[in-house]
């Protein structure tokens, strides 16, 4: 890889996944961080899986898990992108990055300012433009995805999952209680309304609709009542589970626009 702008990611979900894809394919030296055990429902165009198996390709494009700041040049050499756990972005100021992007989706302020960076973005509300970052994303769907603010905040959260085949709700699973997660089910399976997907103790996670399993937590992690822990794509398209969603590659736009806009690489 060709030497260019430092990016620093704080989280390593689906959309940090998409966003880093994005900026790794434009010649960027990027990095992840992580907290211990993340959890991602889109494992399979999630990076942040590389924390468990040690690596992670998301078309073509692998992530490494490393251990410490000084393998993170090392992995840049062989054209993969590091991985760390550091939740409270110890590397940072090792690491000094050009740029710095909030992509938890907290949905609130983790601890970032503006001074963390020469450029600050931070994707989805919590965050005001001007203020805790130079830039803010919008991450909602709809007709302003992707759009850059460089005043002010995105749209609140609505708390109602985004459409896609006009189903909103109800091809979310979320846990029924507090438990450890288990499934047996394989992301990219067919499933039918009332199908059993997975169980938290003796509680059963039940298909609202059928479709398409494209996105399950992994088994043996402990979920609180409520949480979010699998997707079914009601479309039906199998093909869809292992690539980065029309959101995430929107997202991903936007922060390498950003990018552009300071540094006109």
Request: hydrophobic share 40%; charged share 25%; glycine share 12%.
């Amino acid at each position: 890889m060709e030497p260019g702008l430092v990016v620093l990611i704080k989280g390593a979900g689906e959309m940090a996944s998409g966003v880093a894809w994005r900026l790794f394919k434009s010649h960027l030296r990027v990095a992840l961080t992580e907290r211990p055990q993340p959890l991602a429902v889109r494992r399979a165009v999630s990076f942040c899986e590389a924390a468990y198996e040690g690596k992670k390709v998301v078309e073509g494009v692998e992530a490494v898990r490393v251990f410490s700041p000084q393998e993170i040049t090392r992995e840049w050499t062989r054209n993969r992108i590091p991985l760390l756990e550091d939740p409270e972005l110890k590397v940072l100021e090792i690491l000094a990055p050009d740029v710095l992007i909030e992509a938890t989706l907290s949905k609130r302020n983790t601890g970032i300012s503006m001074g963390d960076a020469p450029l600050v973005i931070a994707l989805g509300p919590g965050y005001e433009a001007g203020q805790d970052a130079h830039y803010v994303v919008e991450t909602n769907r709809g007709h302003n995805l992707g759009r850059l603010y460089d005043q002010g905040t995105a749209e609140p959260n609505t708390g109602v999952p985004g459409e896609i085949a006009g189903v909103t709700h109800q091809r979310v699973l979320r846990a029924p209680s507090d438990g450890i997660f288990e499934t047996e089910r394989s992301l990219g399976r067919p499933v039918n309304p009332g199908d059993t997907v997975a169980w938290v103790g003796r509680d059963e996670v039940v298909a609202g609709i059928g479709g398409v399993l494209r996105g399950l937590i992994r088994s043996g992690i402990r979920v609180r009542h409520g949480l979010k822990v699998g997707d079914i794509d009601p479309r039906g398209e199998a093909g869809y589970v292992n690539t980065i969603s029309e959101k995430a590659r929107a997202i991903g736009g936007a922060v390498l626009e950003a990018i552009l806009r300071v540094y006109n690489i």
